[in-house]
């Protein structure tokens, strides 16, 4: 896709990133996207039943497929497939829409999510592009759209530090961005840089540091995601696209899996996972759907869950992050359920969709007494316990449209009661402009996170090392999967890191790449990182729903 970045300045919600196109397309379609004409967008019915005064002419087709190569294959993909985050118009609700509902949307844009407003191009070129989106369907990737892509060179100048691009990470690299190194709102423009993913040339894999090896542990996969281990040793996978939980056991001496089975089916996009009690014995598997809890009797084991799915709590749901990971207080009172925001950045106050989320949610183990642990925190995508202290940590994918160097995602350990500053503050006093003015009570009770990751990097999920494979440096580290950007112009991210904690339980700022690689050099991603877990035996396991495997990284001892 083309790398030219769009000279534009809004803001959009979606830097979770959702994995493979076609996924992106079908579950936007089903997140809260209207599928009937009428309410496409909330399109007014008079505007949704104009006709398209093109209708049937090829000529208007013809035109309409070169303006949407040159104003929207760079979001929405070549063929209207999706991209990223970016929902795919071949099928879904695009395709169920009237052309007068779609004319009024183009022209209106959906500005604060991403969608820019076309109304600047004249209404013939609208209705030109209405005629060929109906038509995306029938059209078929061609050589010059592959070629096109695989063409793009990375032409921007070098990052200045602390920020860098995929071209500039490499293992054992560390970084340390302060408070003081941020730019100003604006001071670049925003990116539309979601990317197409493409097939792992075959001789590339990621790159470790000195004395670790990787290999491939699993492959086909359906968008796998979050990955945790039982106290038995069996590894349990979130496979969020194809709604399954996945069980592996054992390992083998070429580091693959020596057993597989699903544990459960039919899940809604499940994501985070726990188990309860805490300890050797637990009784119950909990799994983060994006609409509720649920929670299946486990016994140790058990290779396929032995009870139906019994529902534990209800959560907000709808559109923008559709993740909800889950995890349980070391007392096996308190279960943190991570809830993200539903839009980029639109004002709590005002917006009832925004009701509950960008917040920690605490509950008792049975689903009850609701309260707001932690707020605005903008997307929670991973939370964790560290094993030592029963403190609560999480990553947090923060805003877009602030420009290539705003505003940094993070990782922190999380203060009960503690606000984070989405979505009018951020970084401690630093008020978002698009929302000026607003909440100046607040300005001195943002904290500022522990950890500031490189802006849009995608932060999901996070780990604490505790095995003892590593080298004794990394016992008590965290690792983060950074599943990578969008809305920079170079891409960022797209690796795993390591947050050294210098065996004192906290973290300095400082952090490290650690597994990097998923990006070519002509700025292809062919992989992107979700989750880690370290595996009984002591390497990483990292999820990677790009190439919908799973890498393992084993310490094999430094080279002599
Ligand atoms: C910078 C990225 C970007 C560009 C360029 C872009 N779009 Fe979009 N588009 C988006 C995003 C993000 C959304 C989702 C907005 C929302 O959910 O409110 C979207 C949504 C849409 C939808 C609604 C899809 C659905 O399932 O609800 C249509 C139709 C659409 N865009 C058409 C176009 C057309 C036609 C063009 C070119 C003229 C275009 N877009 C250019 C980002 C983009």
Redesign the pocket.
């Known amino acids: 896709m083309a790398k030219q970045p769009?000279a534009?300045l809004w803001p959009?919600y979606?830097a979770f990133s959702l994995p493979v196109c076609g996924l992106a397309g079908l579950l936007?379609?089903t997140a809260g996207?209207a599928t009937d004409a009428s309410t496409f967008?909330n399109a007014p019915s008079s505007a949704s039943s104009v006709a398209n005064p093109y209708s049937g002419q090829t000529s208007a087709v013809t035109a309409g497929a070169a303006l949407?190569a040159a104003?929207?294959a760079?979001?929405?993909g070549a063929i209207g497939q999706g991209t990223g985050n970016?929902?795919a118009?071949a099928h879904?609700?695009?395709q169920q829409a009237s052309a007068g509902a779609?004319f009024w949307?183009?022209t209106q844009g959906?500005v604060n999510?991403?969608?820019?407003s076309?109304a600047a191009l004249p209404a013939q070129q609208r209705w030109q592009?209405v005629s060929y989106?109906k038509v995306l369907p029938t059209v078929k990737a061609t050589s010059a759209a592959q070629d096109e892509a695989i063409a793009s060179p990375i032409t921007t100048p070098p990052p200045h530090p602390p920020f860098t691009d995929f071209r500039y990470e490499a293992p054992g690299k560390v970084r340390k961005i302060t408070v003081a190194d941020l730019p100003a709102p604006y001071a670049t423009s925003s990116a539309?840089n979601a990317p197409t993913v493409v097939p792992r040339p075959a001789d590339v894999i990621p790159r470790a540091p000195e004395g670790f090896k990787v290999n491939l542990y699993a492959e086909g996969l359906g968008t796998p995601r979050v990955i945790r281990v039982a106290p038995n040793g069996d590894i349990f996978l979130a496979e969020s696209g194809s709604g399954q939980i996945r069980i592996f056991r054992g390992m083998t001496a070429e580091g693959k899996p020596g057993q597989t089975d699903v544990f459960a089916t039919h899940l809604d996009k499940p994501y985070g996972i726990a188990f309860y009690p805490q300890g050797p014995n637990p009784q119950w598997v909990y799994v983060g759907n994006t609409n509720a809890v649920v929670r299946f009797p486990y016994r140790n084991g058990d290779l396929q869950a032995r009870g139906k799915a019994e529902h534990v709590v209800d959560l907000p749901h709808g559109p923008g992050h559709w993740t909800r990971d889950v995890a349980f207080s070391l007392d096996n009172k308190t279960m943190y359920v991570a809830v993200g925001s539903a839009s980029n950045v639109d004002d709590s106050d005002t917006s009832p969709a925004e009701k509950d989320r960008a917040n920690i949610l605490a509950f008792d183990p049975d689903g009850s007494n609701k309260r707001v642990y932690a707020w605005g925190i903008r997307n929670p995508s991973g939370i964790a316990i560290d094993p030592k202290n029963g403190q609560l940590w999480t990553t947090v994918n923060e805003r877009d449209g602030l420009g290539d160097n705003l505003v940094p995602d993070y990782i922190t350990s999380v203060r009960e009661g503690g606000f984070y500053g989405w979505p009018w503050w951020y970084m401690g006093a630093h008020q978002d402009p698009r929302h000026a003015g607003k909440h100046p009570e607040l300005k001195d009770r943002v904290i500022t996170p522990d950890v500031i990751l490189q802006p849009h990097n995608a932060s999901l999920q996070i780990a604490f090392y505790e095995a003892s494979r590593f080298p004794k440096e990394y016992d008590g580290d965290l690792f983060a999967a950074e599943h990578g950007s969008w809305n920079k112009a170079t891409r960022v991210g797209y690796e795993l890191i390591r947050i050294p904690r210098h065996h004192t339980g906290k973290a300095s700022g400082e952090y490290e790449d650690f597994l990097t690689g998923f990006v070519l050099p002509n700025g292809q991603v062919w992989g992107r990182p979700v989750s880690v877990t370290a595996a009984p035996d002591g390497s990483l396991l990292v999820t990677d729903d790009g190439s919908n495997s799973i890498w393992r990284v084993d310490y094999v001892g430094a080279k002599h």
């Open positions: 769009f534009l959009s979606f936007f379609a996207h967008h949407y104003h929207c760079s979001c929405h970016i929902p118009l879904g609700a695009t779609l949307f183009i959906s999510n991403g969608m820019p076309w592009i989106l539309g």
